[in-house]
């Protein structure tokens, strides 16, 4: 069994706590006629209050808990959420008996408004609290985006604050309307100043209706790559993988392209490798075929028709045949990314290695021996021309002596 909040139960507590007053004020009228004494008494009384709302707060949630679970609605958080605005009403109890005790003869106009102002505080402060749970639990039926429903939640809870704010000063006597007739101006002058701040806000709100990304995605915007935490209604808050906290404005995220890698089901591997040009025509069948089935027989990478595997040769390279490796890693997750690439590092050149070829790497060929054995040729060829020349001039200088003709020349 458990406590019941019934008439019964109500009205049971209230007789005990008048008759706790009226044993207080007998135990402490002996001092009653100084005033020093009846603040010391009230003083006692407030603490008496204070070491009890514990006790006085279980018995609350015991009934609460109770109530709600007869009806199939109870959820821890939603008594979590309401342990501190009732541990505030064992408060709001003593400091109405201390200062019965201590002012009896206080007037009406400052106990009244004193007394439903802290009620009232403590009622928002329930709604307050209860709004987050709730929202919660409504939107199983719902189905809203969480981070809509985030968004639903701040508004309900300025709303309520402001509402809360305005129906305390209301009972003070303090009227509301002509203070908000008077900021009209003055709010108009904020608006125009705080243009920016209502452009973050509209860009917050598109970002959140068009799904764009949600806290928990891995997104890439420009130069920062993070984990969106918390999408507010000025800016956004990224975590970088450093675990620096990047503060982007909500224009520039509605404005720039944003790259959500947390949208996709797999991660691209892809890469070249690059072999000897001694590697055999059958050597490289032999590397594609294995590299090939590897991929193929392996539950670390999407198979087709999910996602294409290529494995082809691929150019002719400066110092090495490229072959291309094309494939996707089975899920998203990054630990997952990692481990099929590090299995396939190690297949692929396990696979190189068994069959007798070798990795390229950028290198120059240099044939100093032939270069000098044409340069020896070059020089014998010069040096025979050049003995020809001669005797060709020197035969042709004899023959124009002979007949005479060399003086004309000269």
């Known amino acids: 069994m458990g406590f019941i909040f019934t008439n019964n139960f109500i009205e049971t507590l209230t007789q005990g706590a008048m008759q706790f007053l009226s044993i207080v004020r007998e135990v402490l009228s002996i001092g009653q006629e100084h005033l020093f004494f009846r603040f010391v008494g009230a003083f006692l009384i407030f603490g008496f209050f204070l070491v009890i709302r514990s006790l006085l707060t279980q018995i609350i949630l015991k009934n609460i808990e109770w109530f709600i679970l007869r009806k199939g609605k109870i ?46 505080i403590a009622f928002f402060w329930i709604i307050y609290n209860l ?26 809870k300025i709303i309520l604050a402001l509402v809360g704010f305005a129906s305390v000063l209301e009972m003070w006597g303090v009227q509301i309307a002509p203070i908000i007739a008077g900021l009209g101006l003055f709010g108009m002058a904020i608006a125009l100043g705080a243009k920016d701040l209502f ?41 970088r993988f450093d675990k ?29 490798i690059e072999l000897e040009y001694r590697t055999t025509a059958k050597q490289l069948k032999y590397i594609r075929n294995e590299i090939e089935s590897f991929i193929l027989n392996n539950k670390l990478y999407s198979q087709p028709p999910v996602s294409p595997i290529q494995v082809r040769l691929d150019a002719f390279k400066s110092s090495a045949i490229s072959v291309l490796v094309y494939c996707f890693s089975a899920t998203r997750e990054w ?18 290695e068994k069959s007798g070829g070798a990795f ?22 010069s040096a025979i021309n050049i003995k020809k020349s001669e005797e060709l001039k020197e035969k042709n200088k004899n023959k124009l002596t002979k007949t005479g003709r060399f003086g004309e020349l000269h």
């Open 335 to 352: 630990e997952d990314y990692l481990i099929a690439k590090e299995e396939l590092v190690l297949n692929i050149k396990e696979i190189v």
């Open 75 to 120: 959820k821890k958080q939603i008594l979590i959420e309401l342990e501190q605005p009732i541990r505030f009403i064992p408060v709001i109890l003593g400091i109405y008996v201390a200062l019965e005790y201590a002012l009896p003869d206080l007037e009406l106009r400052y106990k009244v408004p004193l007394f439903t102002s802290l009620g009232s």
């Open 131 to 156: 709004i987050h749970p709730m929202a919660y639990f409504f939107n199983k039926v719902a189905r809203l985006n969480v981070a809509i429903l985030d968004w639903v939640v701040r508004l309900l």
């Open 199 to 239: 452009k973050n806000i509209l860009s917050g709100l598109a970002i959140v209706s068009e799904k764009r990304f949600k806290v928990g995605d891995i997104i890439h915007l420009e130069n920062i790559d993070g984990i969106v935490e918390n999408i507010g209604f000025r800016s956004t808050l990224i975590r």
């Open 244 to 272: 620096s906290p990047v503060y982007v404005p909500n224009t520039d995220l509605a404005d720039s392209a944003v790259v959500n890698f947390s949208d996709r089901d797999n991660r691209l591997i892809s890469w070249k």
């Open 360 to 381: 390229a790497f950028p290198s120059q060929s240099l044939y100093i021996e032939q270069l000098l054995e044409d340069k020896s040729n070059r020089k014998e060829v």
